[in-house]
């Protein structure tokens, strides 16, 4: 399809969505009024905390250096740049003045509390499948912190994606409010799994492709891609095979550690253990897995021709040479790694990626794990832009990429150079 006439179809949309908006009423049916039924104990506070680190709400609402929860974090997009609102109770710049059936829309329909709709990067695509008990407890948790005066700063998004009228063309094609259903042929731990892995935790919001207006599309199954502005992929939350029990328990340990006897996470998933996924249950943490280990696999976003030619064979060399000189005697000979410590990269899914961009970002930038309750003090690698040329970096990774068995395209030297 062309742009014009993608133009033309989103316009269309954008005039069903504003009939159906003035077609809305005000009240949603399971709000009404709900205000007077919500007591803030001290039971739905610290059940409201738990809930808002399933849901990340620290990472995004956080500024560096700030206050937690206390918003002013820049979120990068490609249509512009949006800045995390402030959380904490003040009745000014925060959500002192709001009321539990505010935060409920905004929640449960993408809607400030005042009519405006709200930019996706509040993950309220995946948020409306939050339970209103679950919400009413978080907005609890929120109303008991201290609050801080931080003035909401104005989003830098480009014209039209600034618009009301461009939100709701958006909107009515990729939202529809909606709330998570058990499926009854499934266990409990499964159902709960699935909650939290495509409500609470938003987990579709990086690991589903996005579409060039931002959208995802809930049918590819957490397929993986690349993260928007980030320069980081996310990796295919959906196994390739059946998962093994073996692997289903590194998996978990992954996200409650943040390292396992073969990996580490790093980059934006890194921040994610970090902030939230360590101070869930084991329970919570068991049931994510079983839910991620049933979804239908796919086929990763591709990332290059497959390795081999001259120049792949010339850059294989010079990796070699380079991986014995500054890898090897952390990550092996053989790239077996040391368990807990060092990743191992022969087998490593971050290695054999279609897209390298994971593994070029860690050589460039180095690679930080998270320092977390089951592994406080991670080994980290350090960054190799300022020591190697963009040659001997693209030759190290096309080197690993295909030794030990490993089988991916080569990197080039412009890749490099890109970053």
């Known amino acids: 399809m062309s742009r014009r006439k993608r133009w033309v179809a989103a316009t269309v949309a ?19 009024r709900h205000d007077i039924a919500v007591k803030p104990t001290p039971e739905l506070v610290a059940r409201g905390e738990y809930l808002a680190r399933a849901g990340n709400c620290i990472g995004c609402h956080t500024a560096p250096g700030g206050v937690p929860y206390a918003g002013g974090r820049r979120i990068p997009t490609p249509f512009g740049d949006v800045f995390s609102t402030n959380l904490t109770p003040d009745p000014e710049t925060g959500l002192g003045a ?5 935060f409920w829309r905004a929640m449960h329909h993408g809607e400030s509390r005042d009519g405006r709709l709200l930019y996706p990067a509040f993950p309220y695509t995946s948020y409306t499948r939050v339970t209103r008990a679950d919400v009413d407890a978080i907005f609890a948790f929120l109303r008991s912190l201290p609050p801080v005066k931080s003035p909401r700063i104005e989003p830098e998004v480009r014209f039209p994606f600034n618009t009301q009228l461009a939100l709701m063309a958006w909107r009515a094609l990729y939202f529809r409010p909606g709330v998570h259903e058990d499926d009854p042929g499934r266990s409990p731990a499964w159902n709960r799994g ?13 690991h589903r492709r996005r579409t060039w207006l931002g959208g995802t599309d809930p049918d590819e199954h957490h397929a993986g891609g690349a993260i928007p502005m980030l320069g980081w992929d996310a990796p295919p939350l959906a196994p390739a095979r059946p998962m093994s029990d073996a692997e289903a328990e590194e998996m978990a340990e992954l996200l ?17 253990v970090f902030q939230s996924l360590q101070y869930l249950d084991e329970a919570d943490i068991d049931a994510m897995v079983a839910y991620i280990r049933t979804l239908p696999g796919g086929e990763p976003a591709g990332g ?13 060399r010079l990796g070699e040479r380079v991986y014995r000189d500054r890898c090897a005697e952390c990550h092996g000979d053989d790239g077996e790694g040391e368990a807990y410590v060092y990743p191992a990269l022969a087998g490593n899914p971050s290695v054999t990626a279609p897209s390298a961009n994971n593994a070029l970002q860690t050589v460039l930038f180095g690679g930080y794990p998270p320092s977390t309750a089951a592994n406080p003090m991670p ?10 040329s963009a040659e001997e970096i693209a030759g190290v990774l096309t080197y690993i990429r295909r030794a030990w068995g490993n089988d ?7 890749a490099v150079e890109r970053r």
């Open 304 to 316: 290059g021709a497959p390795a081999g030619g001259p120049q792949a064979e010339r850059l294989a």
């Open 98 to 102: 709001w009321s539990s059936d505010d």
């Open 256 to 272: 409650r550690a943040g390292t396992s006897a073969r990996g580490v996470v790093t980059g934006p998933m890194a921040e994610v």
């Open 14 to 32: 954008a005039v069903l969505a504003f009939g159906s908006w003035l077609a809305r009423p005000d009240a949603d049916e399971d709000s009404s």
């Open 408 to 414: 991916a395209s080569a990197v080039s030297p412009g």
């Open 194 to 206: 699935a909650y939290l892995v495509e409500g609470l935790g938003h987990c579709g919001e990086c």
């Open 379 to 388: 080994y980290g690698m350090p960054p190799y832009a300022h020591e190697l």
